[in-house]
């Protein structure tokens, strides 16, 4: 059994482009959800992909879209880049929406110079 | 307005000792917690969960207590080990969040030998 993992680990980018993260999710798991952490911060709710629909969605603007396709995996593109964008980036994969474990990548680390 | 709170934000304690990390929750929707465990470079493992209709859950060294009326839970490690050392996360969630986990921001644990 795989677990989730993500890439790249390390991006560095100018403000302005545009990026995209990628996520397998874990064996098995049909949701995958999508979380910022900024540093000395918990991480936070960007989106959720169920069977490859968005249907949750945190206080991120448009700009912060995602994809999920039929292997579940993901992806989230951030475009116009912004400074404040430089965080780590987590993906985490489970089986079904909600009240169940859900499993974490090893994030990547997002640089906006 | 952070829903889930960690109010300490590192915690030292001797290993072979009890130790014990608080979270405290704000909204009375939420009806399933989780505890995650998160080293540098890495993403956050999960390590024990709880739902709402339960007071207790246990799990090896790892023991999480719910009170409901006073939206609190706590994390015990009996007995810690050095290798338990690294952030803590207490994380939150509602039915029909669509998987929309709340984090608090952390708990730095410390176990010296």
């Known amino acids: 059994e795989t677990g989730v993992t993500q890439s790249p680990t390390h991006l560095i980018k100018t403000r302005g482009q545009q990026v995209t993260l990628r996520c397998s999710s874990q064996?098995?798991?049909?949701?995958v959800s999508w979380y910022q952490q900024a540093l000395g911060q918990g991480p936070q709710f960007i989106f959720q992909y169920y069977r490859e629909e968005e249907n949750g969605r945190g206080n991120f603007p448009p700009r912060f879209s995602g994809l999920q396709f039929p292997n579940y995996s993901s992806e989230l593109n951030v475009n116009a880049l912004e400074l404040d964008d430089s965080a780590l980036y987590l993906c985490?994969?489970?089986?079904?929406?909600?009240?169940?474990?859900?499993?974490f990548g090893q994030g990547t680390r997002l640089t906006v110079v | 307005d952070q829903q889930v709170k960690q109010n300490s934000p590192s915690l030292s304690v001797q290993e072979g000792r009890i130790s014990i990390l608080n979270c405290d929750y704000t909204n009375s929707m939420f009806d399933y917690f989780l505890w995650y465990k998160k080293y540098p470079a890495e993403g956050p493992t999960f390590l024990i969960s709880i739902s709402s209709i339960k007071d207790k859950n246990e799990d090896g060294r790892f023991t999480v207590f719910l009170n409901k009326s006073a939206k609190h839970l706590s994390l015990h490690i009996v007995p810690s080990q050095p290798g338990d050392s690294a952030v803590y996360f207490c994380a939150a969630s509602a039915t029909g969040s669509q998987g929309n986990l709340i984090f608090g921001k952390g708990t730095k644990l410390s176990v010296k030998p």
């Open positions: 064996s098995g798991h049909n949701t």
């Open positions: 985490a994969s489970s089986l079904g929406q909600y009240n169940t474990e859900a499993f």
